[in-house]
């Protein structure tokens, strides 16, 4: 079975894409700034990973706009990350069905557990400390975020990152993603990939994972029809 399960976070252990789709919104109000990102244009700009990356790219794309530096792009991106964690904190952002009984499993069995995300430590401890404790990261035995590596996914950096912090080898681990741009820097790490499908990532080409399913609460059907379940 596999050493290791090495979790996404938003979108694969809670729908938070929602959540950073409005902070995003309301740092622009705040700073003044007419953009309001509707769902729709949401899901599309997701295929670029990382917030200020993100907001850069919408910007490039507006036929006229006022000049942007990267201290305003840093200045609206500590805007929309302080309207995040708020937003985590206050209102309900739970674990998606499966996740916890995962995790307790994946524990009770012997299994280590990562994390590997684009997204910041202080996003992740934000949703983890309201979800699963102050001592939440107790349970993790590496945890690698988007601004520790150099290259964001779908680049392998994080994954790779998290093999040799945990000193395993890729086959010897599984990952836990919702987007392709996960699968994709999963498996140039070499790691066989699990989908969770997820609200905004639900129609993405998945060609390549080991397994697809609606959520992780499927994991205990999938194990009796599938023999090739990696996860165990
Ligand atoms: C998550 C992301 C992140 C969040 C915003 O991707 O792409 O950019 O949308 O986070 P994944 P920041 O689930 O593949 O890790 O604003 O903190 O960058
Ligand atoms: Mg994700």
Redesign the pocket.
Known sequence: GAAALIF?????LAE??EL??Q??NLAFVRLGLDWQWDRSVYKDL?R???????MRTYHERLVTAPPLSDGDIAEL?RI??AH?AELVETGPCPLRPGVTDLLRAAKARGQRLAI?????H??IDALLSQALGKRWAADFDAIVA??DVRH??PAPD?YLEILARLKLEASDCVAI???A??LV?ASRAGIPVLITRSMFFGDDDFTGAHIVLDDLSELSTAKQKLKNNPMH
């Open positions: 996404d976070v938003d979108g694969t938070t894409e950073h789709r902070a995003f997701l670029v990973t990382g917030g200020k990356e993100r991106h929309k990350t995040y590997a995300t684009t997204t910041s202080g996003n988007g601004d964001k996914k994080v993603e919702d987007s741009n996960g820097a």
